[in-house]
């Protein structure tokens, strides 16, 4: 099992900056694919970005790419999401979510396991 609980969301006004953090329970943290997913009110939920076990492969979505950065520290158990250049559409609940895999995946599907969310707001 593993439990991941993310923080670092917040009200950021449009062009600011913030970074998400996920730490994740378990021994087995650098064996798995880490992925940001983000949920906004009457949408579905949408892949953001993803990191191998190594931190050598990422996959971010056309909306976010030259802006978010994903990354990892496996001797802290912790993937970070740096997101810059922030918009108001980038407004959601951002989820983290591992799977038992080393290669990351862009669908929801595919993790097994989910942190409780945290908000992100960018105002205008």
């Known amino acids: 099992q593993v439990q991941l609980v993310e923080s670092g969301g917040g009200l950021v006004q449009a062009g600011g900056s913030l970074r998400l953090s996920c730490v994740a329970s378990?021994?087995?943290?650098?064996?798995?694919?880490m992925g940001w997913f983000r949920q906004a009110p009457g949408n579905a939920r949408e892949f953001v970005a993803a990191?191998?076990?190594?931190?050598?492969?990422?996959n971010y979505a056309d909306s976010v790419k030259g802006r978010f950065t994903i990354s990892r520290d496996n001797a802290k158990n912790t993937v970070y999401l740096q997101m810059n250049s922030l918009k108001p559409e980038d407004t959601a609940v951002y989820y983290c979510?591992?799977?038992?895999?080393?290669?990351?995946?862009?669908?929801?599907?595919?993790?097994?396991?989910w942190g409780q969310g945290t908000q992100v707001t960018v105002s205008s």
């Open positions: 990191i191998s076990w190594s931190g050598i492969i990422t």
């Open positions: 979510a591992a799977r038992p895999v080393r290669v990351p995946d862009t669908t929801a599907v595919s993790y097994n396991y």
């Open positions: 378990g021994r087995t943290f650098g064996s798995y694919a």
